[in-house]
Every structure is written in C-alpha cells, then in structure tokens.
C-alpha cells in the first residue's frame, strides 16, 4: 500500500493561527498534496458527502 504525502503538519497549523488571527471561524479544513483549504461554517451541513472525492483531483479516477 501506498501512503499518499498531504501537506506537512507545520502548514496546516499555519493556516489554522492565520485563520485566527483573522478572526475566521473554521468548521473544517480540506487537506490535500499541495493545499490547505478552510470550510467556514456557513457552508458546513449535517453531512461531509460534499466535501469528499475527487472535487479537486485535475483527471478523473480511473477505473475502480
């Protein structure tokens, strides 16, 4: 198996003090290779469907 490399720790709790220093509140965050994205809870809802898959992904999965 194959561990995929997300964004390293140190990014992610930089965006996270960014966030808060800011005065962003986060309901989530979206991690992926290259990119830390924050969800605000405006578009938070009762289910993380919409926030898992290929959204980001440049191609489409190849056959599973």
């Known amino acids: ?3 995929r ?3 390293p720790d ?3 709790t930089r965006v ?3 966030a808060q220093a800011n005065g962003l509140q986060v309901a989530g965050l979206d ?10 809870p405006s578009q938070g809802g009762e ?7 290929p959204t ?3 191609k ?3 056959g599973r």
């Open 16 to 18: 996270l003090h960014l």
């Open 56 to 58: 980001h992904r440049s």
């Open 10 to 12: 140190a990014e992610i």
């Open 60 to 62: 489409k999965a190849g």
């Open 1 to 3: 198996m194959t561990r």
């Open 47 to 53: 289910s993380i469907a919409q926030y898992i898959g």
């Open 31 to 40: 991690v992926g290779r290259d990119y830390v994205r924050l969800i605000p």
């Open 5 to 7: 490399v997300l964004v």
